[in-house]
């Protein structure tokens, strides 16, 4: 199976800030991989798809980058709304798996 | 607009059976893979399974693989989950998914099942 580690696992950010999670992937996915937001008691939300396409409807400052075994989501200016637990999952080979989340809190 | 809306899931003793349905409206059903992922209790997500739109592509994660069993109806936009021999660590919220661009794009708002004696 393809571990994909994330990290960090938490971080403590303030409004404004840019923020990076990464995740790397244990064999190369090419650009297989998205990004989700969960908020508490919500289901998630993707973010990025395809490595770095926007969802539609999702806001500008959300960025995904890299391809092949690293892959990072920025938020460019963290907004109150951001405050959610972040995950990536890789969906190049079953069983396909998620990073284990980024818990980004409010500093 | 997409809606997914599970629903069966319920507190269930050790090695019961239970099915999860997930209705499926605003998009052409037939035509998507769908997927159930899900959490347990304040834990990370987990793919459980995924099922391609004409059924030719079934995968199951290894934790459920046996004991669970996906499906879907197209004609009545419809995705199921079969758990049989369910256990104490089956305890989660089960989302549906709808797949798109590769990975689950739309998602319900998940359907709860406990495994409890």
């Known amino acids: 199976d393809i571990q994909m580690t994330q990290s960090p696992s938490s971080l403590s950010a303030s409004v404004g800030d840019r923020v990076t999670i990464t995740c790397r992937a244990s064999q190369g996915i090419k650009y297989d991989l998205g990004w989700f937001q969960q908020k508490p008691g919500k289901a998630p939300k993707r973010l990025i798809y395809a490595a770095s396409s926007l969802q539609s409807g999702v806001p500008s400052r959300f960025s995904g980058s890299g391809s092949g075994t690293e892959f990072t989501l920025t938020i460019s200016s963290l907004q109150p709304e951001d405050f959610a637990t972040y995950y990536c999952?890789?969906?190049?080979?079953?069983?396909?798996?998620f990073g284990q989340g980024t818990k980004v809190e409010i500093k | 607009e997409v809606q997914l809306v599970e629903s069966g899931g319920t507190l269930v003793k050790p090695g019961r059976s239970l099915r999860l349905s997930c209705a499926a409206s605003g998009f052409t059903f037939s035509t998507f893979t769908m997927a159930w992922v899900r959490q347990a209790p304040g834990q990370g997500l987990e793919w459980v399974s995924s099922i391609s739109s004409s059924f030719n592509y079934i995968s199951y994660a290894d934790s459920v693989k046996g004991r669970f069993t996906i499906s879907r109806d197209n004609a009545k936009n419809s995705l199921y989950l079969q758990m049989d021999s369910l256990r104490a660590d089956d305890t989660a919220m089960y989302y549906c998914?709808?797949?798109?661009?590769?990975?689950?794009?739309?998602w319900g708002q998940g359907t709860l099942v406990i495994v409890s004696s």
């Open positions: 998914a709808r797949v798109f661009g590769g990975s689950p794009g739309h």
């Open positions: 999952l890789q969906h190049n080979t079953y069983p396909w798996t």
